[in-house]
Each structure stands twice: as C-alpha cells, then as structure tokens.
C-alpha cells in the first residue's frame, strides 16, 4: 500500500478530476477535505460513506483512504502535518486560543460514519472560509498565517460544538429512562459488548465523547460505573451461591480464574478467596 508523506507543516489544494489521483493509501499528515462539486463514495478504513458538494471529510495518519468518483469532482484539501497547531502557537503567542486539540476530530468515528448535516447559514459559512483558505494554497506564508490558523479553527470549533448539540439532542431523554444504564446492566456479562466504540455505536454518538457524556450525566466515569457494578455482581455471586471460581471467571468474561481474582482484588484489596472464607465463618 502507498504511503505519502509531507515534510512541511501545512498544504492547501484543489483538485478536479473524473478519477481520484491516488489508490488507497495512508500518510503521515492529517486532512481536512471539503467537496466543492461533484459526488461519490469515501472509503476510509471499512468505512464507505457516499461524498457530494458541500461535504467536510475527515482522515488521520492512520487511516487507509481512497475516493470513488462518480461524477466530476473538485476536491479542496487542507492537509497538515502533527505538529502543524502547536508550532504556529508557540511562534505567535504562549497562551492557548482553543479549549480542544482540532487533531481529535480527525479521530471520530461518527465523522467518518456520518454526514454532517449543517444549516444553511453554516454550509455558507463554512464555504466562504475554505474558498478565502484557496487565496493562500500557493503562499509560502500560509504556514505561519495567522488569518489561516484562525480561519481552520473557526471551521474546526464549528464541528466540535456541531458534534457536542448532536450528542445532547441524542440523549435529551436518557436521563429520565436511563437507555445506557439498562443496556451496561444487561451486557455486564459481556466485556466486549461494553467496550465504548461498541456501546457508542450502538447508541449512534461519537466514541470520542461517549466519556465526556457519560460523566457529565451520571457524575461518574464510564470505567469506575462498570467496575463498581461487575464487584457488587461478583460480591453477590461468591457470597450467595456455590458457583466455583473459574465458573464465575467464565460468567463474567475473564480469562481465567486468575484474571478474575486479581480484578477483584485490584478493586476490593481482598482475595475473593478470603472473601468466601469470611462469610462461611458468620
């Protein structure tokens, strides 16, 4: 597979074709791109997504990507190296001018899952930004612009407060109905099906702000709630019944009895060996 590379901090590009100019490939910069016409199919990773006028897309180094171009397409790229946001802020300035690193997005799966679907005084908005981006493609001044810098984290802050709404719209009810509460107490048993791009998925958010979310309602973090909740089912089990230890490993999803008697005592700072010895003492 291809791998491309970029040595300097930030590139901005057009380009328009009836074929995408590479095959699947990775890189080592991140990339915004926004469809100025035309339509297709994204393929990122496993993911394929139907791309048409109007559309951000989001890749991140590690992503394998490739464009399937259905109808003509004018492809704006904004690509920028690792280190592209923290350089240009220690040139200019000490102080941070955001709350959030824009290199997160590049990492959401619901952006690579979903379309955005804007209003349409942001789509103009978001237009008028990446069209004034085009007047510095050929600048050599562009990667310590800071008309530039602000203009990528106006668009940037725009999609992190766009994913925040979606989430709180989303999940507007659960606080009354508990949907996430009932469905961890129903997988308990099944480590898998708890692991958050699975629960986040299934709830259709963001992984990344599966947590945030989840603290924010219950005002606990979403590991410290399964684990305070698997103990006292593990309590339960070898306080109340004869089961064995590698029974209750197995019950649970560990992988041994081993397993289950060091998470025990990670949490408890007792051996459910002890533990059992206790309560047949009473």
């Known amino acids: 597979m291809k791998h491309f590379k970029q040595y300097v901090p930030l590139v901005i590009e057009?380009?328009?074709?009836?074929?995408?100019?590479?095959?699947?490939?990775?890189?080592?910069y991140y990339e915004l791109i926004f469809i100025s016409k035309g339509h297709g199919i994204s393929h990122i990773e496993n993911t394929q997504l139907p791309y048409k006028k109007g559309d951000l897309c989001f890749v991140s180094p590690e992503d394998n990507h490739h464009f399937e171009i259905h109808e003509h397409t004018t492809f704006i790229f904004v690509k920028f190296t690792n280190d592209y946001f923290k350089n240009i802020q220690t040139i200019h300035f000490p102080w941070q001018?955001?709350?959030?690193?824009?290199?997160?997005?590049?990492?959401?799966?619901?952006?690579?899952?979903?379309?955005?679907?804007?209003?349409k005084t942001e789509n103009d908005r978001i237009i008028r930004i990446i069209h004034d981006l085009l007047q510095y493609k050929e600048s050599e001044r562009s990667t310590n612009s800071m008309v530039v810098y602000f203009q990528l984290l106006v668009i940037f802050s725009m999609i992190h407060e766009h994913l925040e709404n979606n989430i709180k719209s989303q999940f507007s009810q659960e606080n009354n109905n508990s949907l996430v509460l009932n469905f961890i107490h129903q997988h308990i048993y099944s480590p898998e099906q708890l692991k958050i791009p699975?629960?986040?998925?299934?709830?259709?958010?963001?992984?990344?702000y599966f947590s945030a979310w989840f603290k924010q309602t219950y005002l606990i973090t979403y590991k410290n709630y399964i684990d305070q909740y698997r103990i006292e089912l593990l309590k339960n089990r070898l306080l109340?019944?004869?089961a064995s230890f590698q029974s209750i490993a197995d019950e649970f999803g560990f992988s041994d009895s081993s397993h289950f008697s060091n998470y025990f005592y990670r949490h408890t700072k007792v051996r459910p060996s002890s533990l059992k010895k206790a309560a047949l003492k009473l």
């Open 97 to 119: 001018v955001h709350i959030f690193d824009p290199r997160e997005l590049f990492y959401d799966s619901y952006l690579k899952e979903h379309r955005l679907c804007w209003s």
């Open 14 to 28: 057009e380009y328009s074709s009836n074929t995408f100019h590479y095959p699947l490939h990775h890189q080592n």
């Open 240 to 242: 109340h019944s004869n």
């Open 198 to 208: 699975h629960i986040a998925n299934h709830f259709n958010i963001s992984a990344q």
